[in-house]
C-alpha cells in the first residue's frame, strides 16, 4: 500500500481551470499580456467616445450586414413582383430589388434590420470624420502617430465608396440614379473612361452584372479591409499609448486614466448598448431609402429631388457648380465640367491624409507628441481645419441646390452662382476669422494667467482709485492655460500681433 506525504508550504494540486491556463499561458503568453494590458489606463475625456462610436457602428453594421446577406438576392435578372405591396404587383423588376421588397414586407423584423444597417451606416461615416477632426484640430496625429492617421483616413476612404456601393445594391430608381452619375464620371476621364465603364458595369450601362459586382465588393472585400484596418488601428492605440489634454499630473511620459479592467470595459460595454439602442430606436421611427416610392431602376428614368446621401453629397455638389466646359485635344473631346471635379474629389480627401507631413516638414517639428493641443493654441492649423469643414458645407449645398431653390423660392442660378461665389470666398474668409478668434482666445487666457478671472466687485483704494477686484486662478488652472509650446506655425504672423494689444493693469 502506497502513503503520500504533504511537504510543509506546499499548496494543494491545482485545480482543472488553473492547469489550462497555466497551459494556455506556458504556450501563448495569455497571463503576460494579460497582466500588462488589462490593466492599460485609459484617459476620461468625452471626445474619446468619437472613436468608440465608430467602433460599435462598425459592429451594428456588420451584424445587421450579416441577417441582410440571407434574404438579399444580388442578381439583375427581371421578374414579375408578387408580394405585399401591392402598388407593384405585375411590375418588371430586376431579382436585388423585388428581394428588397420582400426584405421589407415580408421578412419578419426585415424593414428594421435593413433600416438599423441604412442608419448605422450614416452615423459610422458621420463618426469617422468627427473622429479625425478631433484628432486634426488637437494634434493627436503627430510622431509617432501618423501611421496610425492613415489607417483612419483609408478608413473613412473606403468606408465613402462602401456606403456608395451599399447603396445602389437595392437597384431602385434612386440608386440607378447614382450609379448613371458614377458611370458619367467614369466616362470623363481621358481615353480610357470608356474602357473603365465598360468594364465596371460588364458593358454599356447599366449592363447586367453590376448589383453582383457591387455585393462582393460590399460584403466581403471592403469590409475584409476595413475589418483589418481597425484591428491595425486599435492594435497601435494600444501600443502608442493613449493620447490625452494637458493637465495636473499629466506629462509626455504618462497617462492619468482609469484602467481598462475593470473600469473602461465596463464603461465601454454599456456604452456599446447605448449607441445599438439609439441606432435601433432612431431605426424604428425614422423611415430611410424607402425604396417602395421609387420603383425599380429603369435606364428612360431618373428620379427628381435626387440626392446621395449626406457624405457623398459635396461630390455631387462640384459637378453641379462646376460650369459644363469642353474641349478637343487631338481629336477627343475632354468634359472638364465632370473632368475637373473627379480630379477636386479625391484631392479634398488626400489633402487631410497628407496634412501630418506637411506639418511636421514646414514647422520642423519632429518631436513626439503624447499631450494635445488646445485649438486655440494651434490658429493656423485650427483655421485650416474650419477653411476645410466650409468647403465642404458649401459643396454639400451645392448638391441639393435644387432642393435649396425650391425650398427658398429662388432662382436655381441664383443659388448656383452663389455656391460658385463662396467656393472661393468663404474657406478664405472663415480661415482668417477663425485664427483671429483663436488668438483672441489667447489673449483672453494670458489676461487670466496674469490677473486672474473677473469678480464684478469694485474696491475703493485708499487713494481714491476704483479697482475691480480679480480672483486669482488655481494651480490646476494655470497649469492647464500654461502647459503648452508655442511652436513655428505653418503661417507666421507679426511677434507684435497678439502683444501689442495686451494691457496690464498697474
Known amino acids: 500500500m502506497s502513503t503520500t506525504t504533504e511537504t510543509p508550504g506546499r499548496t494543494a494540486d ?20 494579460g497582466r500588462k494590458y488589462l490593466r492599460k489606463v485609459f484617459p476620461d475625456h468625452w471626445s474619446f467616445l468619437l472613436g468608440e462610436i465608430c467602433l460599435y457602428s462598425f459592429v451594428v453594421l456588420v ?43 415580408d421578412v419578419r423584423g426585415g ?30 496625429f503627430r510622431k509617432p502617430r501618423e501611421v496610425n492617421w492613415l489607417f483612419g483616413w483609408t478608413l473613412l476612404f473606403l468606408g465613402l465608396f462602401e456606403g456608395l456601393f451599399g447603396y445602389s445594391l437595392p437597384d431602385d430608381l434612386l440608386s440607378g440614379t447614382g450609379l448613371r452619375f458614377v458611370n458619367g464620371a467614369l466616362l470623363s476621364v ?30 466581403l472585400l471592403i469590409p475584409g479591409i ?36 475593470p473600469v473602461y470595459l465596463a464603461k465601454a460595454g454599456g456604452f456599446f448598448f447605448l449607441v ?10 425614422a423611415t430611410i431609402n424607402p425604396v417602395w416610392v421609387y420603383g425599380p431602376f429603369r435606364p428612360d428614368q431618373v428620379s427628381t429631388g435626387a440626392q446621395p446621401d449626406w457624405y457623398l453629397g459635396f461630390a455631387e455638389g462640384l459637378v453641379r457648380v462646376m460650369p459644363g466646359w469642353e474641349i478637343n485635344l487631338w481629336g477627343h473631346t475632354l468634359v472638364l465640367g465632370v473632368l475637373i471635379p473627379v480630379v477636386v474629389f479625391p484631392l479634398l480627401l488626400v489633402f487631410i491624409g497628407v496634412y501630418p507631413f506637411l506639418e511636421a516638414r514646414v514647422t520642423g517639428d519632429r518631436r513626439e507628441h503624447h499631450l494635445l493641443d488646445r485649438p486655440r493654441n494651434r490658429p493656423v492649423r485650427t483655421a485650416i481645419g474650419a477653411a476645410w469643414i466650409s468647403l ?26 452663389t455656391v460658385r461665389v463662396a467656393l472661393f470666398v468663404l474657406p478664405a474668409v472663415v480661415f482668417v476669422v477663425t485664427r483671429r478668434i483663436c488668438l483672441g482666445l489667447q489673449l483672453r487666457d494670458r489676461e487670466l494667467v496674469l490677473h486672474g478671472r473677473e469678480t464684478g466687485v469694485i474696491k475703493r483704494l485708499p487713494h481714491g482709485e476704483y479697482v475691480e477686484v480679480h480672483q486669482p ?7 492647464t492655460l500654461t502647459a503648452h509650446e508655442r511652436p513655428r506655425e505653418l503661417v507666421e504672423h507679426r511677434p507684435d500681433e497678439a502683444e501689442e494689444r495686451e494691457t496690464v493693469q498697474p
Open 14 to 33: 491545482p485545480g482543472r481551470g488553473e492547469r489550462v491556463a497555466d497551459w494556455l499561458d506556458g504556450r501563448l503568453g495569455i497571463h503576460t499580456l
Open 63 to 105: 451584424l445587421t450586414g450579416i441577417y441582410l446577406t440571407l434574404f438579399f438576392h444580388p442578381s439583375m435578372n427581371e421578374v414579375t413582383y408578387h408580394g405585399s405591396y401591392v402598388p407593384l404587383n405585375g411590375v418588371r423588376m430586376s431579382e436585388a430589388y423585388a428581394s428588397t421588397l420582400d426584405i421589407s414586407f
Open 111 to 140: 424593414l428594421l434590420i435593413r433600416q438599423l444597417h441604412h442608419w448605422a451606416a450614416l452615423v459610422f461615416v458621420a463618426a469617422m470624420l468627427t473622429h479625425m477632426m478631433r484628432h486634426f484640430f488637437t494634434g493627436s
Open 190 to 219: 481621358p481615353i480610357v473612361g470608356t474602357y473603365l465603364s465598360m468594364f465596371l458595369f460588364g458593358g454599356e450601362f447599366p449592363g447586367h452584372d453590376i448589383v453582383a459586382r457591387f455585393y462582393s465588393l460590399h460584403i
Open 226 to 261: 476595413m475589418a483589418a484596418l481597425v484591428l491595425a488601428h486599435l492594435i497601435l492605440v494600444v501600443y502608442h499609448k493613449h493620447t490625452q489634454f494637458a493637465g495636473p499630473g499629466r506629462t509626455e511620459r504618462n497617462v492619468v486614466g482609469t484602467p481598462f479592467m
Open 276 to 285: 445599438f439602442g439609439a441606432l435601433s430606436i432612431v431605426a424604428a421611427v
Open 392 to 417: 465642404y458645407l458649401i459643396l454639400l449645398a451645392g448638391g441639393g441646390n435644387d432642393i435649396v431653390a425650391t425650398r427658398l423660392h429662388l432662382s436655381i442660378n441664383t443659388v448656383t452662382w
Open 473 to 479: 486662478l488655481t494651480q490646476a488652472e494655470l497649469h
